[in-house]
């Protein structure tokens, strides 16, 4: 990616990236209540490892196909580092910080906070990666820090409180921005099916040998789990799974940042959800992800 790079959607594919940013919209904005719904019967560990060794399945037998292929040998031994380095920083990593975070948020909240993604995903590929910021787009990343800073100290209670726990979602956000930038410079150029599923064969490992020596497997077959297991089933093979094809697709028909402004739909999709699980909702976080939202038009206007 150079800084050149425009934030449009390529004009001979624009129907299929914005369906593809749509479905990402629906999938990862529920990602929230299934955390929530997840941890009804395993606690948050075993919730973040558990949605990345689903995933790892879901790509078990695409791995073995492109693993007889020299080609993809080649393209995955030539760029290992940065299929490591993006497997740990943009799914391991957030996913211990959202599933901890899921246990003492809300999840309108959680959503409401991961959409500061794009944000560092341009402040990161400034800083890191050589991109030039424009004077609409520095005033953008200020909207949404001031934005998120609404949510951190005022959403838990309606009342100035500091909360440790949206920091976690803050957190992995900058992971997300980061990842967004790797997978752009690095990764972008191989097939996204390829990257995607590769990226897991990093990841699930890692998750599994976090998961071997819990209680996982024996919390899998007690009855009073089903709901649960589904709901992280679901989080693990969509969430995780087929979203991320859908999100590197999104970046090589598009741009990084485009694809990060999902982000624009994800709060909303989580606010209702959160509606219609009971939440409450105060007006501080309507305030909030307003401002966010407004900072992320104006760095991707620009």
């Known amino acids: 990616m150079t800084t050149e790079e425009p934030v449009v959607v390529p004009q001979n594919r624009p129907l299929l990236a914005w369906v593809l ?30 949605r990345l060794v689903f995933a790892l399945l ?3 037998p695409f791995l073995a196909r492109q693993s007889q292929q020299p080609d993809i ?20 990593i957030p996913a211990f910080l959202f599933a901890e975070a899921g246990a003492h948020l809300n999840s309108s909240l ?17 800083v890191f990666f050589g991109q030039a910021l424009k004077l609409k787009q520095v005033a953008g990343i200020l ?8 949510l951190v100290f005022f959403s838990a209670t309606g009342t100035f409180q500091i909360n ?15 990842n967004t930038n790797l997978i752009g410079r690095y990764l972008s150029h191989l097939p996204a099916l390829v990257s995607t599923a590769w990226l897991f064969a990093f990841a699930g490992p890692i998750a599994l040998l976090t998961l071997i020596p819990t209680d996982f497997f024996s919390r899998v ?4 789990s089903n709901w649960s297991l589904w709901a992280l089933v ?55 992800m307003g401002i966010c939202l407004i900072g992320i038009w104006l760095v991707n206007k620009s």
């Open 221 to 224: 077959v007690e009855g009073h």
């Open 164 to 178: 440790g726990y949206a920091l976690l979602v803050v957190l992995a956000t900058i992971c997300y921005g980061l």
């Open 110 to 126: 959680a959503g409401a906070l991961n959409s500061l993604s794009p944000l560092f995903t341009l402040i990161l590929g400034a």
């Open 143 to 150: 909207l949404g820090l001031a934005g998120s800073l609404l």
């Open 58 to 60: 879901f790509f078990s």
């Open 234 to 288: 679901t989080l693990g093979v969509f969430g995780s799974g087929l979203m991320s094809i859908f999100f590197n697709r999104v970046m090589q028909l598009a741009s990084p940042l485009f694809a990060a402004s999902v982000t624009y739909l994800i709060p909303i999709v989580a606010l209702m959800w959160g509606v219609l699980d009971g939440e409450k909702i105060y007006l501080v976080q309507f305030a909030g």
């Open 73 to 92: 040998r080649t393209m995955v031994r030539h760029r290992w580092v940065a299929l490591l380095a993006s497997a740990i920083i943009g799914f391991v």
């Open 21 to 50: 940013l749509c479905a990402l919209a629906l999938v990862w904005g529920s990602s929230f209540i299934l955390i929530k719904r997840s941890l009804g019967a395993f606690p948050p560990e075993q919730v973040a490892a558990g």
